[in-house]
């Protein structure tokens, strides 16, 4: 298949689309015993075929192709292999309807599926990364409590003596299967259970409960229609560093699907689908990326303390006297605030699909789930441990710690979709558009204001007795919500060009993806991406600061300090792009190069061409070479990464 993320294998249909369980470590050692037929779908355990093993097992090395800029903290250069993944896969299948034929079910299935990941990066390839997050100032935590960031700090450090940054990348751990050293750390456990559900059927109606994902949306390449399931961001983009279907999330499930009729006039095969994650059981997000140049793939942005520092460094004196003399100094604490487990958190979604005139794929939908991408906001300056929080501490105690809280909001989402095969253009039209209601969004003067952190309770006196003037307001930031429609139009088709592939028919994938903030649009307010700053060019200075420090004469002045949008990357009202893929076959599936593409008409450009080698049923080697290109936004963060991998694969089959 071409298309990844369009799976969504419903309750009554079987899991063809979606391969994964648990026996892992035991598959590997059955191997050299099992004398297995070299042409079956699947190991089989029994005579009877009901219960079945299958396996993918890869390891790949992703080398750089070129040197990183000035934003990416930690230097890249040519020939840095800077990922070695090992991935496996092993799945289990039950059909247990002989079994228990006494409960009057026509089917009873079952799957349990296990994905296992390490990455190397922070074992045994280049100690700069390692060192690197050891000398990472600033501090990185999650919690889920509003209070947990501030003194006596009841958040945990994302990465730190107790854990490492390779309990969250080398082994992308299961969100759900428990805690380790201590509360809200992520358990160092070296696997994730991706499928573990039950399927029941009885005639027109079925169920399926457990671990599964949801795919109600387009996610061609980038996933930007396709938001029931979140998404492990921690190796960059999904979808280019990183399969898809490897990064989505799946999450503790009650689905249930009715057959409402087989025809009725137009209609045809018409069913109503709807889901439930209980908040009191899951409530997994994907955590915000590793920053700070802690890993390959984190976001290119520096070490705020390191910035902080060079700041306080060059203040005026009688600034410098009050930050540092009497409140000891300041300090940063970026704060992942993860969703609590109440029903109150819960997601849930509705569908109702149906055939139309025997030619026409329709649904509509309705779902409720979290926000993929966290938006940030600084919290109120943490004065507790300085003598303004704390009148017993004398001066000088401190320091006091300026908080940015990234959350995960819950979001309405209403979506339609439509597809056919249309004889004039000899292909098949997909019609997607969905309408997200009340994103969280960031206005860089509403989400990071310094002009409103200094109007802190207890600060506010000591600097207007120094002279500055404060207006009244709020003391910390807030998340202005926008509403977006998304849409793609796609266009699929099978074709034959006897010059390029005597043989074959190359399979042409082809979409136009699109998002309007309709907020921006009718009420002028300018929002930016997320909170990325742009850069400067300048090695020694790479970025732009996010505020007007330079205004800061003498602490007189700070009242004048504002946050400066300007500084932040724009995110246009409407914003869009192409995304293509072309692939083929030769040698009879021998040989299958694919060449995607994603382009942005505001100047970002993804080339990704691979090239597939079945050697066997068994064993398949693969290479794939990822170039992002041009403007600073969106997939252009990464624009100095480039790389190229270099896959084995063994599937047992």
């Known amino acids: 298949m071409v298309r990844t993320g369009r799976c969504d294998a419903s309750p009554r249909r079987g899991t063809d689309c979606c391969p994964f369980p648990i026996l892992g470590v035991l598959v590997l050692a059955a191997l050299p015993t099992l004398g297995l037929p070299r042409t079956a779908g699947a190991v089989f355990l029994d ?8 396996a993918r097992l890869y390891t790949e090395a992703s080398v750089a192709t070129e040197s990183s800029e000035p934003q990416t903290l930690t230097p890249i250069n040519p020939g840095n292999v800077v990922s070695h993944r090992t991935f496996f896969n092993p799945e289990f299948d039950a059909t247990m309807t002989p079994m228990l034929s006494f409960l009057g079910l026509d089917e009873i299935k079952f799957r349990l599926a296990l994905w296992g990941f390490y990455d190397g990066i922070y074992d045994y390839l280049d100690p700069k990364w390692g060192e690197t997050a050891k000398n990472v100032q600033a501090r990185f935590t999650v919690g889920s409590t509003e209070s947990a960031p501030f003194i006596p700090h009841n958040d945990t450090r994302r990465f730190g ?7 969250t990348y080398s082994y992308h751990p299961d969100p759900t299967l428990g805690r380790d050293g201590g509360p809200g750390e992520i358990a160092q456990v070296p696997f994730r259970i991706n499928e573990a559900y039950l399927n029941l059927t009885k005639g027109r109606y ?5 671990r599964q994902t949801i795919s109600w949306g387009e996610a061609d390449t980038i996933a930007l229609l396709d938001q029931s399931n979140p998404f492990d961001v921690t190796r960059g983009v999904p979808g280019v ?55 390959p793939y984190g976001p290119p942005e520096s ?30 604490r970026q704060y992942d605030r993860q969703v609590g487990r109440n029903m109150a958190n819960s997601r849930y ?10 030619d026409y794929t329709a649904s509509i939908w309705f779902y409720r789930t979290l926000s993929q991408i966290p938006v940030a906001r600084f919290l109120p300056l943490d004065l507790g441990g300085t003598f303004i929080g704390n009148p017993g501490l004398p001066p000088g105690s401190g320091p006091l710690w300026l908080i940015t809280e990234t959350s995960h909001d819950l979001v309405n989402v209403f979506g339609a979709s439509l597809s056919f095969f249309n004889q004039w253009l000899n292909g098949i039209v997909r019609l997607n558009a969905q309408y997200f209601q009340n994103e969280p969004g960031f206005i860089p003067n509403k989400n990071l204001p310094f002009e409103n952190v200094i109007r802190a309770p207890g600060l506010r006196p000591l600097l207007e007795a120094g002279g500055a003037t404060i207006t009244p307001g709020l003391d910390q930031g807030t998340i202005p919500k926008a509403s977006y429609l998304r849409w793609e139009i796609g266009y699929d088709r099978f074709f034959f060009n006897r010059v390029l592939n005597p043989a074959n028919s190359f399979v042409w994938v082809s979409g136009l993806v699109g998002s309007w903030n309709t907020d921006e649009t009718f009420t002028g307010r300018d929002y930016r991406f997320y909170g990325q700053r742009k850069v400067t060019g300048n090695p020694d200075d790479p970025w732009k600061l996010g505020a007007n420090f330079e205004v800061l004469g003498s602490l007189a002045d700070v009242g004048d300090l504002k946050t400066q949008k300007q500084d932040y990357v724009d995110l246009k009202p409407l914003e869009w792009f192409v995304q293509s893929t072309l692939q083929t076959d030769y040698f009879h599936g021998k040989i299958t190069p694919r060449l995607t593409t994603i382009i942005n008409p505001r100047g970002t450009y993804v080339v990704t061409p691979s090239i597939l080698f079945r050697y066997s049923d068994r064993l398949l080697f693969s290479v794939k070479y990822a ?27």
């Not at 005579?47 to 299958?54: D, G, K, T």
């Not at 898809?244 to 095969?269: C, G, H, N, Y």
């Not at 963060?637 to 991998?645: E, L, S």
């Open 47 to 54: 005579n009877a075929r009901n219960f079945s093993l299958r």
């Open 161 to 167: 003596p107790h854990n490492p940054p390779r309990k």
């Open 206 to 210: 079925s169920v399926r409960v457990g």
């Open 241 to 295: 560093f990183e399969d898809i279907d490897e990064a989505r999330i799946p999450l503790w499930t009650l689905r249930t699907q009715v057959q409402l009729f087989d025809q009725w006039k137009w209609f045809s095969s018409t069913f109503l689908d709807a889901y439930l994650v209980p908040g009191s059981i899951d409530t997994s997000t994907g955590l915000t990326p590793i920053p700070a140049g802690v890993s």
């Open 303 to 332: 070490d705020p303390q390191a910035i902080i520092d060079d700041l306080t460094g060059s203040l005026p004196p009688d600034v410098a006297v009050v930050l540092n003399d009497l409140l000891g100094g300041i300090k940063f």
């Open 349 to 358: 979604g509705f569908r109702l699909g149906s055939l139309i005139n025997r």
């Open 627 to 653: 170039a992002l290109m041009c403007g600073f936004f969106q997939t252009g963060f990464f624009r100095d990464r480039d790389q190229v991998a270099f896959r084995l694969t063994y599937l047992l089959n």
